[in-house]
Every structure is written in structure tokens, then in C-alpha cells.
């Protein structure tokens, strides 16, 4: 599995506007809540919640990581990001950067 941590910097080449999007409308502004992470700690989702609430989806199986998100930066294009998914991203490093494994933030796998 790709480290988050890892993930997050192969992101940060390509989309550091976004990343920062991400950081400071999302993360932030506590735009996510209903954090669930899989039981081997690679598919991490929330509900991100502003004018409208998306379901956003961060899989990290993968050499690149995975997005989904439904709102209208994210439908459509499975190889785009929006500042949801970063913000999840950034969310996920900190968790494990302050060692947790984010279980007590909502439903675990
Ligand atoms: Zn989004």
C-alpha cells in the first residue's frame, strides 16, 4: 500500500492549487465529517458538507491514488481531483501523523 504520506506529496507536483484549495476551504474550514476508513487503511471516505454535501472517496490501492467525489470538479473525471478529496487526503496525514487511525472519528471498515 502506498504510504498517505507519499501520496499526498506525488499529488502535491500536479495539483499543489488544488492541494491548497483543499488544505484551506476543506480541511481547514472542517468541511468533512463522517469519516470511515477501510479495515486495512487504504480506502478512507467522508461526507463533505458547504452549500451541497459530496460523497468523497480517497483509494489508495493503487500506484496513483484514486478520487471520486460528486461534486462538479469531480463527476465525471475518474482522473481528476477536486479540493474534497485532497482535503481528505491532508485529513488522513494528520491522523496518522498524530497516531491515530481514525477509528473514533466514525464507522470503522
Ligand atoms: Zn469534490
Redesign the pocket.
Known sequence: MLQFREAAERIAEDWRPVLRRGEAEVLKQNRLRDFSVSSDGAVVMAV?SGSQS?T?QLDLHNQLPT?N???????GHPDR?????LGLLLWRCEQLSLGSDGSDQGMQG
Open positions: 463533505a459530496y468523497v478520487c467525489c460528486n461534486c462538479p470538479s469531480g463527476r481531483v477536486c479540493k474534497h478529496s
